[in-house]
């Protein structure tokens, strides 16, 4: 399962929604060893107690998020999170930044290694508005390079038509008592009401059938990995 936008896709092609190959793109650009990605098997409280805790951010892989509309003015936001536009340019790398606002957004972040690509990234964002912060990913020639890296890996090995991807990655953390979704496409991180760490992935996956999955129920292309500790032979 892939995700797309709407141009630039040669130069950021999709990445698969594999725990493995987002794992690889974490680690490439600076993530402490001790986070991975996990497989979410479903949204049943018996499966969500499957993934290893704690849940740092849950990523959600569902159909479209091509169309683009919002303003500058739009994008008032009050959460506090690292948050970045997915610029025209950055065509297929909606999976990279879900990654990333995961990354920036949890716990491990303080553990981002002080050398790497991504702690140079989010140094250089600091202060800036998240259009800027786009603008500055597509001009980042280090972490497209691992992008494109990781794309070619999974079970396809990056061998898809890059212009007929639709589908889209957005993730959703916890910050200040409440669960956020942060999609690139949008002006600003969207609250979507109480939460804790410790219910992080239960209260993303009651999110994730409210908005997502009762609105599309015929489509079967929706896909979820968790952010957490990463297995102890990682």
Same mark, same amino acid.
């Given at each position: 399962?892939?995700?797309?936008?709407?141009?630039?896709?040669?130069?950021?092609?999709?990445?698969?929604?594999?725990?493995?190959?987002?794992?690889?793109?974490?680690?490439?650009?600076?993530?402490?060893?001790?986070?991975?990605?996990?497989?979410?098997?479903?949204?049943?409280?018996?499966?969500?107690?499957?993934?290893?805790?704690?849940?740092?951010?849950?990523?959600?892989?569902?159909?479209?998020?091509?169309?683009?509309?919002?303003?500058?003015?739009?994008?008032?936001?009050?959460?506090?999170?690292?948050?970045?536009?997915?610029?025209?340019?950055?065509?297929?790398?909606?999976?990279?930044? $879900? *990654?990333?606002?995961?990354?920036?957004?949890? @716990?491990?972040?303080? =553990?981002?290694?002080?050398? #790497?690509? !991504? &702690?140079?990234?989010?140094?250089?964002?600091?202060?800036?508005?998240?259009?800027?912060?786009?603008?500055?990913?597509?001009?980042?020639?280090?972490?497209?390079?691992?992008?494109?890296?990781?794309?070619?890996?999974?079970?396809?090995?990056?061998?898809?038509?890059?212009?007929?991807?639709?589908?889209?990655?957005?993730?959703?953390?916890?910050?200040?008592?409440?669960?956020?979704?942060?999609?690139?496409?949008?002006?600003?991180?969207?609250?979507?009401?109480?939460?804790?760490?410790?219910?992080?992935?239960?209260?993303? $996956? *009651?999110?994730?059938?409210?908005?997502?999955? @009762?609105?599309?129920? =015929?489509?079967?292309?929706? #896909?979820? !990995? &968790?952010?957490?500790?990463?297995?102890?032979?990682?």
């Amino acid at each position: 399962v892939y995700a797309g936008e709407t141009s630039g896709r040669q130069n950021w092609p999709a990445i698969e929604s594999n725990p493995e190959v987002l794992t690889n793109f974490i680690q490439a650009i600076g993530a402490p060893p001790t986070v991975a990605f996990h497989d979410v098997f479903g949204l049943d409280e018996e499966l969500l107690a499957m993934i290893p805790q704690p849940v740092h951010a849950i990523i959600l892989l569902h159909p479209g998020g091509n169309d683009v509309v919002r303003t500058r003015e739009e994008s008032k936001d009050e959460s506090g999170l690292f948050f970045l536009w997915q610029t025209p340019a950055l065509g297929n790398a909606c999976g990279s930044i $879900a *990654a990333i606002h995961s990354l920036a957004n949890c @716990e491990a972040a303080k =553990d981002i290694k002080p050398d #790497s690509a !991504l &702690a140079a990234f989010l140094a250089a964002s600091r202060g800036k508005h998240p259009e800027e912060r786009g603008a500055s990913l597509q001009d980042d020639e280090g972490i497209r390079a691992l992008h494109s890296m990781v794309a070619m890996q999974g079970q396809t090995d990056g061998n898809i038509d890059q212009e007929s991807v639709n589908n889209h990655f957005v993730c959703f953390v916890h910050a200040n008592g409440r669960v956020w979704e942060l999609d690139g496409l949008k002006a600003s991180p969207i609250d979507h009401g109480p939460a804790s760490p410790a219910t992080l992935a239960t209260d993303a $996956a *009651a999110v994730v059938k409210r908005e997502f999955i @009762e609105k599309r129920p =015929d489509s079967l292309n929706f #896909s979820l !990995l &968790a952010l957490g500790p990463a297995a102890a032979d990682d």
